[in-house]
């Protein structure tokens, strides 16, 4: 038995068959309950485990139609729409998900209409029925206000003008419904008998192409699964030429036979149909994920889905057959590189215009890079990449650290000058040489209003006693205002 | 460790035992067999003789024997092959030393003594890496480390590399891996491609996992794909390597600026570099000064403050005793540094109006 907490008082929530056999309802108080039966067992209700529960059902359920939506805390809709004859018919399909269902343990209702309201009304108060279109007068009618999926308040107001069924209210006239218990009543009545259209709409995006295949031997071993991944990615070629595309995202949805549902997604950095490479690409993604995929009993059902599609370039190749083009090498590289090690594996340095040093260089994902592409037609904005013009080239170094480092600067000769030596990671370096200031504001333009001034930096270029070369700066300016805190010194980067 | 060149007296005993110890390294390195030349034959290759070599042994057999006895081996397992299978550094000193530049498809390990010599291995290898460029132009460069690395030395930063080396953004891939593991299977990866001009993978000290075995994979897929793979490790031991070539690499202070009236003082000029040839089948140990020309994307040699040449022993033992005169390499001709004295009088009294800004002081106060 389950209970939560409604109104400062523990009421049941939910409760099993014996306990229903001892009279023990829905809604009821818990004290009560204890009160008839003492050793009943209480567990307190986990809405969030209930709600985790409900999107696996509704994973699983993908295997019957992309089209999943969750209902409420305890309710499904599954758009069957064109996927019956998959399974055998309507009968067939709904019989099978009900078996399986009660095999996992579940007890289940299911309710199969041409409307959502009329098959919610179907579920929820006959328990396996299909109606047919056209049949949802019929069922509805004898069936009390709460199949109509209207607000309690409104059914109450129903009931006490003497409206105790559906059929009631189908048979008042509509007009002084509408202007006394406002249009959602209508709505509802409308969408389950068919005069109005209702979208469910699906949890996930839809694929635009899937492959699916269904085992009947399940399979365990990681080897079967990708030459399972292959053979798919073979069928799924052919549907991609055929509309031109590639696959720029890629998802494999692994069912296991107890109900539970791995989804791997790769991405590619360009359109790709082929299946020896998609193949490739799983695999990377498949060592990395060895140990967090359970295989369990196996698993009986498999899908290669295309998340996202992008209009596919031919290459022409040349006469052996071989298309030359290293760019493929590498983004098809990077790919991997990212299926087994995540997104920020491969990066690509992009300049970006500032004069701040951390942000003139920004590192991107190697797929997000801008690639070489045909100038497209129209007036298009020039990328705001170029380098700030500068008179002469600026010296920078070759390695930037993250963050600025603080180091310790005693003494300086002058007081805006370079140091003489500083303290860096508990080491101190003398300072030989020391070429500088170069002076970098701060970008006011990105400050918010309120924001203090950030202060400006003075970068030096510093040659150690040991020939190193250290790119310092000194953070602020030395004040002479007593109560002003002296300025720091930071480590940025070191030159070659 | 073989020098490229012995000039060796020995006793026929010897250097029997020696022939049969090369001919077993060879017959495991899969080399060809050395080959024997007369000091006559050797004129044939031009300066490839005696430049390599601490000359102290040199001498002191000279002078032991009698000029007719002396014997010169050549190691031809690497210097037999075509020049195009080398680097060329431009300085022919150590392309000398290192049997005609460093090979070029081949695994080269890069080391840095401490991490804070992080700058000059990273500027050493991009400059290996500009060179490469020079030839395969177009092709994108591959930096793995480890996050460790990236964490303790910085990140290459992307506009340094461009005004420096000639390294365009866009043309430096970067690969941060967790893990050593993962960072040696992400290099392992790149350098059997040939769509990269080169891999770079650092990593920081010396990790169990980074051994011989790995490195023999590095090696052998660099070979395979005919593509420069650098290892640069910092602060790592010198542990055993299947890399044909190790340098140890060092800042060397930097020549002041060159001005039309003469090197600026006080100013920090091109990068320079400390190489120490740490393990090399054809060169003894030795110690080179070089320097960049961010200009030309060429090597030159060092013009200033330039370090008489050790007899280095690097930090092992001395390869012969200390006796008998040592001589100095002959000094490289000097390239085109302009001193004080070759300007005219006139010049250096009226700066041009590029130059003038030259002269005050540290460069761009204020």
């Not at chain 1, 365990?220 to 798919?232: A, C, F, G, N």
Request: with cysteine.
């Amino acid at each position: 038995m389950i209970s939560h907490r409604d109104n400062n008082t523990q009421r049941i929530a939910a409760l099993d068959e014996r306990a229903e056999a001892l009279k023990l309802k829905r809604g009821m108080g818990i004290a009560d309950a204890r009160a008839m039966h003492p050793s009943i067992d209480v567990v307190e209700a986990d809405a969030e485990a209930d709600r985790r529960l409900l999107e696996g059902l509704a994973d699983w359920c993908d295997r019957y139609t992309p089209l999943v939506a969750i209902d409420g805390e305890d309710g499904l809709f599954l758009d069957v729409t064109g996927c019956t004859h998959l399974f055998g018919g309507e009968r067939a399909m709904q019989d099978e998900i009900l078996t399986r269902f009660f095999q996992q343990g579940f007890d289940v209702r299911a309710g199969l209409a041409s409307t959502p309201g009329a098959a919610w009304a179907a579920a929820r108060f006959h328990g396996d029925r299909i109606v047919a279109g056209g049949e949802e007068e019929a069922l509805l009618a004898p069936l009390p206000l709460s199949a109509l999926r209207i607000a309690p308040e409104t059914r109450a107001s129903l009931e006490s003008v003497g409206l105790r069924t559906a059929g009631a209210v189908m048979a008042a006239p509509r007009a002084p419904l509408a202007r006394r218990f406002g249009a959602t009543l209508l709505l509802r009545l409308d969408q389950a008998l068919g005069r109005l259209d209702e979208a469910v709409s699906p949890r996930l995006p839809v694929a635009p192409l899937s492959i699916e295949r269904h085992l009947a031997e399940p399979i365990m071993l990681t080897d079967d699964i990708e030459r399972l991944i292959s053979r798919l990615a073979v069928a799924l070629k052919s549907d991609l030429e055929r509309r031109g595309e590639g696959a720029r995202t890629l998802a494999l949805l692994l069912f296991r036979v107890d109900g539970a549902v791995s989804r791997i997604a790769v991405g590619t950095s360009r359109p790709m149909r082929e299946p020896r490479l998609i193949q490739r690409l799983f695999h990377e993604r498949l060592t990395a994920l060895e140990q967090n995929i359970d295989a369990g009993f196996g698993f009986d059902l498999v899908r290669l889905s295309v998340l996202s599609v992008a209009a596919f370039d031919m290459a022409q190749g040349d006469l052996t057959g071989e298309v030359a083009d290293d760019d493929a090498d590498v983004a098809l590289f990077a790919d991997r590189v990212r299926a087994r090690l995540g997104e920020a594996a491969v990066l690509k340095p992009v300049v970006v215009e500032s004069h701040l040093p951390e942000r003139a260089v920004a590192n991107v994902p190697f797929a997000e890079a801008p690639q070489r592409r045909a100038p497209a037609a129209g007036r298009v904005a020039p990328p705001r990449t170029a380098p700030p013009m500068t008179i002469y080239p600026l010296e920078r170094p070759v390695r930037l650290f993250r963050s600025p480092e603080p180091i310790e600067v005693p003494a300086t000769e002058i007081p805006e000058g370079p140091p003489m030596n500083f303290r860096w990671r508990r080491a101190l370096y003398r300072v030989a040489r020391a070429e500088g200031p170069e002076r970098i504001a701060a970008e006011w333009w990105r400050q918010l209003p309120g924001e203090e001034k950030a202060p400006t930096r003075d970068y030096y270029r510093i040659e150690d006693s040991e020939g190193r070369r250290y790119w310092l700066y000194r953070q602020g300016l030395y004040s002479s205002a007593s109560q002003a805190a002296p300025p720091r010194w930071f480590m940025h980067g070191v030159f070659a | 460790m073989l020098p490229e060149v012995d000039v060796m007296a020995m006793s026929a005993v010897a250097r029997d035992t020696v022939f049969a110890l090369r001919r077993q390294i060879a017959k495991i390195e899969g080399t060809l067999p050395e080959r024997l030349q007369a000091p006559g034959a050797l004129k044939a290759i031009p300066g490839k003789v005696r430049s390599g070599f601490p000359s102290g042994i040199a001498e002191k057999q000279i002078s032991t024997d009698a000029a007719g006895s002396d014997l010169t081996i050549v190691r031809h397992g690497l210097a037999v092959a075509s020049a195009d299978a080398f680097l060329q550094t431009g300085i022919e000193r150590l392309d000398t030393a290192l049997g005609g530049g460093l090979p070029k498809a081949a695994l080269s390990e890069i080391h840095g003594l401490a991490t804070r010599d992080a700058g000059a291995v990273a500027g050493f290898a991009l400059s290996l890496a500009s060179l490469i460029l020079k030839q395969k132009q177009g092709l994108p460069i591959l930096w793995v480390g480890t996050a460790e690395i990236f964490h303790e030395a910085g990140l290459p930063y992307a506009r340094g590399l461009d005004t420096l080396f000639g390294i365009a953004p866009g043309q430096l891939l970067l690969s941060e891996a967790p893990k050593l593991v993962d960072a040696l299977w992400i290099a392992e990866e790149a350098a059997r491609m040939t769509a990269f001009a080169a891999v770079i993978l650092e990593i920081r000290g010396s990790p169990q996992r980074l051994d011989l075995t790995a490195t023999r994979r590095l090696h052998a897929r660099a070979r395979n794909a005919d593509r420069p793979v650098l290892l640069l490790r910092q602060a790592g031991e010198a542990d055993p390597t299947a890399a044909p070539v190790r340098l140890i690499v060092s800042a060397a202070p930097s020549a002041s600026r060159a001005t039309i009236a003469g090197p600026l003082a006080g100013s920090i000029g091109r990068p320079a570099f400390k190489v120490d040839i740490g393990k090399s089948r054809t060169a003894l140990p030795g110690q080179f000064i070089l320097e960049w020309n961010p200009d030309e994307h060429a090597f030159a040699q060092r013009t200033e403050n330039s370090v008489a040449v050790v007899p280095a022993s690097g930090r092992r033992a001395d390869p012969a005793p200390a006796s008998g005169a040592v001589l100095a390499f002959p000094a490289g001709a000097s390239p085109a540094a302009i001193s004080p004295t070759a300007i005219p009088p006139t010049a250096r009294d009226q700066p041009s109006r590029q130059q003038h800004p030259a002269h005050r002081g540290p460069r761009r106060a204020g």
